[in-house]
């Protein structure tokens, strides 16, 4: 596992355009374009945490489903189509069984593990969000 600073470098330098061109394609300007944001989104992730810490990166596509939305939640059919907008993690482990979930432009959410039940006074909150995932 690396650190984000060396991720960081190490993406910027083009080690990662192998990963990256089989995400998004081999077009230089969006090559480029994704660079930065997993650069900023490490950067993002020191501010967060602190620099030199280890961290693993993931990315999942998004999902729009152009019919059935939901039902697949009660074993129904749905058509979905994956699109370009993409949901990135920056992970690290902590030393405690908490989840901490940070997002732009929302306020951080921290949860004991073992308290992931449905919370009354927390509908509709990124809380109520996290316990549920």
């Not at 960081?8 to 660079?35: F, K, M, N, S």
């Not at 650069?39 to 992730?45: G, I």
């Not at 990315?59 to 074993?75: C, F, I, K, M, V």
Request: glycine fraction near 10%.
């Amino acid at each position: 596992m690396a650190t984000s600073a060396q991720l960081r470098r190490e993406i910027l330098a083009g080690q990662w355009d192998e990963a990256l061109c089989t995400l998004y394609g081999t077009e230089p300007a969006v090559l480029a374009r994704q660079r930065q944001r997993y650069a900023a989104a490490l950067e993002q992730f020191e501010l967060y945490y602190g620099p030199g810490r280890q961290v693993h990166v993931y990315s999942a596509p998004g999902r729009a489903e152009l019919g059935g939305n939901h039902t697949d939640h009660q074993r129904g059919c749905v058509l979905a189509a994956a699109i370009d907008r993409t949901t990135r993690a920056r992970v690290r482990l902590t030393r405690g069984p908490v989840v901490r979930v940070f997002s732009r432009g929302y306020d951080p959410v921290t949860l004991p593990l073992d308290q992931l039940s449905p919370r009354e006074g927390e509908r509709n909150t990124s809380a109520a969000l996290v316990r549920g995932m």
